[in-house]
């Protein structure tokens, strides 16, 4: 069974720092893996994923990731925060299983951006 | 706006009763997800379907139950409701490619149960 594990369910970061949030994930095979961004009381939208091919993964906002199969993770990173950014982001992983792609999530990242 | 719609967006009911959640995919996505967020579980997978069959099952109570319409929305219904089935109800749809098949997913059904 596939598992996520995020590191840090409250991170707070000074207005124009490095953002990290951390998420090592657990599969029998490398599985796809995503980040989602939740902003308060609306859904879920996708920042960024991997499939296949390049291991650096670019998203939206100016977030980006890596997947890094020998340490099992998929870092979230962002060179200078922003308030827009504060939010809570998910960790997510799913089957290389055509047509069954459920999503395994992990707990979450409260990000808060101080001025 | 994905593209996925959900009614309503918030319902109150009491312990007890019967509700039906509501969701309407993208236009030409075949398979419907339903997700639950809560307090206790986090974001859990309850149950996929697609082109109006079961396909994967999830953390589902027996309790709840989903279908999809020929018209390829869908519907979760949860009955006998306790108050620690308050949660937000997601629901995601995805096309149906024989590639990598994205998620979009919808704004949510904010369940509170009294």
Redo the contacts between chains.
Sequence with gaps: AQSVTQLGSHVSVSEGALVLLRCNYSSSVPPYLFWYVQYPNQGLQLLLKYTTGATLVKGINGFEAEFKKSETSFHLTKPSAHMSDAAEYFCAVSERDFGNEKLTFGTGTRLTIIP | D?GVTQTPKHLITATGQRVTLRCSPRSGDL?V?W?QQSLDQ????LI?Y?NGEE??K?NILERFSAQQFPDLHSELNLSSLELGDSALY?C?S?P?R?V????Y????TRLTVT
């Design positions: 994905s398979s997800y997700y986090g974001l859990q997978f996929q697609y396909r994967a999830g997601f995601a995805s149906f024989r990598y098949n994205e998620q997913f919808g704004p949510g």
